[in-house]
C-alpha cells in the first residue's frame, strides 16, 4: 500500500506538518496491525516548482503535456498515479485554502474532465487556529472527487497559531484516529468500487454530455470514448459493487438533471 502526502502549507514545521505526522503514525499502527507493507511519498509545495496556471486551456484543448509551463507538475501527478491513496493538506487562509494548494489545484484542473485517478483514495486535511474549516475542506473534497478520487473522510484540527504534537493529540485523538482509519480501510477494503450515490450520479451526468459530443471530436471526449466511458453499459468509471437499484436510480435522475446542467 502506497500512500502520497500534499502538504499545502508554506510554514515549515507548523500545524499542518506535525498533524500529516500523526496522521503517518496512526496509518503504520494500522499496517503493522493488518500485516500489510506501507510505503509513503511526500510532498511539501512550498519545496517545489510550481507556477501558476495561466489560463490559456491548453491542457484541456490539446492536452497537460503541451502545457507551456515547464516545473515540477507532471512528476507529481505520476506520483499520485502511483500512488494507492492521497492526503490533502492545508491551513486555512481567508476561509480557503492556501495559495500554494489553490495552484497546485488550479493547475490539475483538466482532470476534471479527464479522472484519471478513479479508483483511487483520498482524505482531505485542513487546519485553523480558531475558526471553521468547513468551506476550506469543501474546496478540496470537491476538486479531488472530480479528479476521480473516492473520498474516505476528511479531518480539521484546530490548533491555535502553533501547537505541539502532544497539543494536537490531546484535542483530536479521536478524531485523527478516525480519519487514519476511514483511508486505511478505504484502500485496504477497496471502497472505491462501491462509490457513492452522489459520484453515481455525477458520472451519468458528464456521460450523457460527453455522448452527445462525440460527433464534435475534442481531447476530452476522445478520453471518455477511449475509456469506453460513452457506452450505454457503463455504470462508473471502474467495476462497481453497488446495487442495481442504487445505480439505476442514480443514472436516471443523473440523466434527468443532465438536460438543466450540460
Known amino acids: 500500500m502506497k500512500i502520497m502526502t500534499i502538504n499545502g502549507s508554506l510554514r515549515k514545521n507548523g500545524n499542518t506538518a506535525r498533524t500529516l505526522c500523526l496522521l503517518e503514525a496512526e ?23 510550481l507556477q501558476y496556471c495561466r489560463g490559456c486551456r491548453t491542457c484541456f484543448d490539446r492536452g497537460e503535456d503541451k502545457c507551456p509551463i515547464k516545473d515540477d507538475l507532471a512528476s507529481i501527478q505520476s506520483k499520485m498515479a502511483n500512488s494507492d491513496g492521497l492526503i490533502a493538506a492545508s491551513p486555512v487562509y481567508v476561509n480557503d485554502v492556501s495559495g500554494i494548494m489553490k495552484t497546485w489545484l488550479d493547475r490539475l484542473a483538466y482532470l476534471c474532465h479527464r479522472p484519471a485517478l478513479s479508483g483511487k483514495c483520498a482524505l482531505t486535511v485542513a487546519t485553523i487556529g480558531v475558526w471553521p474549516v468547513d468551506h476550506t475542506l469543501n474546496t478540496l473534497d470537491f476538486a479531488l472527487s472530480s479528479w476521480g478520487y473516492y473520498l474516505a473522510g476528511h479531518l480539521g484540527i484546530k490548533g491555535g497559531a502553533l501547537s505541539t504534537p502532544e497539543q494536537i493529540l490531546q484535542l483530536h485523538d479521536r478524531q485523527i484516529k478516525k480519519a487514519a482509519a476511514q483511508l486505511f480501510f478505504a484502500i485496504y477494503q477497496q471502497k472505491s468500487s462501491s ?14 454530455y460527453w455522448r452527445n459530443k462525440i460527433t464534435q ?20 468509471y471502474i467495476p462497481t459493487k453497488n446495487v442495481r437499484f442504487k445505480t439505476a436510480l442514480a443514472r ?3 440523466w434527468g438533471l443532465s438536460y438543466f446542467v450540460t
Open 27 to 49: 496509518l503504520n499502527q494500522l499496517a503493522s496491525a493488518f500485516g500489510v507493507e506501507l510505503i509513503f511519498e511526500h510532498i511539501s509545495l512550498r519545496d517545489i516548482n
Open 195 to 208: 462509490p457513492s450515490f452522489m459520484s453515481l450520479m455525477t458520472f451519468s451526468i458528464q456521460q450523457r
Open 217 to 236: 471530436p475534442s481531447l476530452d471526449g476522445d478520453y471518455w470514448l477511449n475509456k469506453g466511458w460513452t457506452h450505454p453499459q457503463c455504470t462508473y
Open 252 to 254: 436516471l435522475i443523473g
